[in-house]
């Protein structure tokens, strides 16, 4: 058997505390990695929050410029004034599978992200804090509905599980949410369980564990780069996660 090298970077909570020092530094790591990679991020990348907001988010030119594959829609993404929600997304592409649109049948607000590196086969899930419980005062003024974490993510394993060989989970629910969701698709999944992986945040702590389904967060505010080494064997169309090996890359 053949083994293989993905590499992951993350992170998280960076509430537009991006400098040009840090963009210098991420952008060599990257261009510094020799195995297939990505960079994603699990939400609240902006400034601004779910209710005020900034007329000039600085974070996105960073986000362009570091070309991120994908970013979960945090809480600071998520806005309540319908304008400015659309206006963020027009500008990128966040991820939330379990954020339905009522009025506008979910056409801007992507729920994964499907894509080939090098033969890897990977599907994106974004899972973004639920501001308000389903049927609420809130969901009648604003129209977006917040669905169940747990049938929103199995939703897009089910639609992609034939075509992918790992599963990112972009989760901006907190730690013990994570936990909980680790806890529900060990039990739900117990043949995918080594093609799925959680990377969260909204806590601003970091955190391990791989228990069930293997969880990471990120520490907040671009303290660290996370940089994941996924290890797979691979037979013919087949692969087979390994290994993780995890490091944290200062970046101040």
Known sequence: MEVKVLSIFHTSDIHGKFTKDKLIKIREILNECDTPKILVDSGDILKGGNIFFFPIEKTFYYINQLKYTAICMGNREFNYFR????????????????????????KYINS????????????IIGLTKPQYPINSLWEKITAFRFEDNLQSVKNQIEK???????????????????????????????????KI????????????????????????????????????????????LQDIILRKIPLQ
Request: net charge positive.
């Open 112 to 123: 994964s992200l499907h894509l080939i590196i090098n033969n890897f086969r990977i599907t």
């Open 83 to 106: 304008i400015i929600l659309y206006s963020r997304l027009k500008k990128y592409p966040f991820l939330a599978c379990n954020l339905i649109d009522k009025l506008n049948s979910n």
């Open 197 to 240: 992986l959680i990377l969260g945040g909204h806590d601003h702590k970091e955190f391990y564990s791989d228990q069930n389904i293997p969880i990471i967060h990120t520490e907040p505010y671009l303290k660290n780069l996370t940089h994941l080494e996924l290890v797979f064997r691979t037979n013919l169309q087949k692969k087979f």
């Open 160 to 194: 992609y599980y034939k075509i992918t060989d790992l599963f990112i989970i972009l989760s901006h629910l907190g730690i013990q949410s994570d936990i909980q969701l680790s806890e529900n698709l060990y039990k739900e999944y117990p043949n995918l369980i080594n």
